[in-house]
């Protein structure tokens, strides 16, 4: 990670495009911003526009603007992303899901900084930083023609990678001080730290989502929590890795009492398991309620969703 930041405060001080890789919820748009920031375009517009599921038509009218009229519904004269961009970065996040269509014109836009609304055929000329990213793996995409190697090339001045949570272990414990304190503060509580059962958990665990779920479960457990420290209970991941079972038994009652059951992985449930997104998130809601004790309002506070919504996934 100290090497992808070394390199980023590099690209920043340069006018090159840059290409960040990542798995999802690595902080992939906080490191573009972190660049657009610290670059001499920092007082000018940070854009961001993600690729992902869009259309052609809604993709060039989105990232080139429309004339009136373009298509129905187009009441007025609309700025795309580029335009806006004018003068800083332009973002584009998921660079890998835009259609051929869509690169060509993109290509076009960032070599030449040229580019025609929706509907129009004026020329416009904006000046854009372009800054990429994408989860997916761009560079095997240019070996089956999924993406275009020139706009590769062109998007890929530098190129970033940021590692995933899972090898950065000492990074850890400083990201989950920064996420308890943002999290407390917030909330109004004064939570210092985890306990040690919950430490158990929080250090063992891989963290597939990255960031994005770290995140996500501490701020759910600093909103369980009523003491000074996290309990093991108010720790909301959906399968705990088996290796957390010996530290967690060892665990006294005086840190927290005896662990819950793990609920058992997908390949632990048979040939004939019920492997629906459905089934997925009914077994998530009752290893949750398992966790809160049967207190739905902390269970649906912890799942981020109203009591109502939980009544009504658990049939109640």
Not at 165 to 178: G, I
Not at 230 to 248: F, G, H, Q, T, Y
Request: glycine share 8%; charged share 25%; hydrophobic share 40%.
């Amino acid at each position: 990670m100290r090497r992808c930041l070394d390199l980023a405060r590099a690209a920043a001080q340069t006018e090159l495009p840059v290409l960040i890789l990542g798995e999802s919820g690595t902080g992939k748009t906080l490191l573009a911003r972190a660049v657009h920031n610290s670059s001499k375009r920092s007082s000018a517009a940070f854009v961001s526009f993600n690729a992902a599921a869009l259309s052609d038509t809604l993709l060039d009218s989105q990232l080139f603007g429309h004339d009136k009229g373009a298509f129905t519904g187009a009441q007025k004269a609309v700025k795309g992303k580029f335009e806006l961009a004018h003068g800083g970065t332009l973002f584009i996040d998921e660079i890998a899901d835009l259609s051929p269509v869509a690169q060509a014109k993109i290509l076009r836009a960032v070599e030449y900084g040229e580019f025609e609304r929706l509907g129009s055929e004026r020329l416009q000329v904006a000046d854009v930083r372009l800054v990429s990213a994408t989860h997916l793996p761009l560079v095997a995409y240019t070996e089956t023609d999924r993406f275009r190697k020139d706009l590769f090339y062109r998007i890929g001045g530098i190129t970033l990678t940021i590692p995933p949570l899972r090898e950065r272990s000492e990074d850890l414990r400083a990201l989950v001080e920064a996420e308890i304190s943002a999290a407390s503060r917030q909330q109004g509580k004064t939570v210092r730290g985890l306990s040690r059962p919950a430490a158990d958990v929080i250090f063992s665990y891989p963290w597939p989502g990255n960031l994005r779920e770290l995140k996500r479960v501490l701020h759910a457990a600093i909103a369980m929590t009523d003491g000074d420290s996290v309990p093991r209970e108010a720790i909301a991941l959906d399968v705990a890795p088996r290796r957390l079972a010996a530290s967690a038994e060892a665990a006294s009652p005086a840190d927290g009492g005896p662990p819950l059951p793990a609920e058992p992985s997908v390949t632990d449930r048979g040939p004939d398991a019920d492997l629906t997104l459905r089934a997925a998130e009914a077994r998530h809601i009752r290893l949750v309620l398992d966790k809160m004790g049967g207190n739905k309002r902390r269970a649906a506070r912890a799942l981020g969703v109203s009591r109502s919504t939980l009544d009504r996934k658990l049939g109640t």
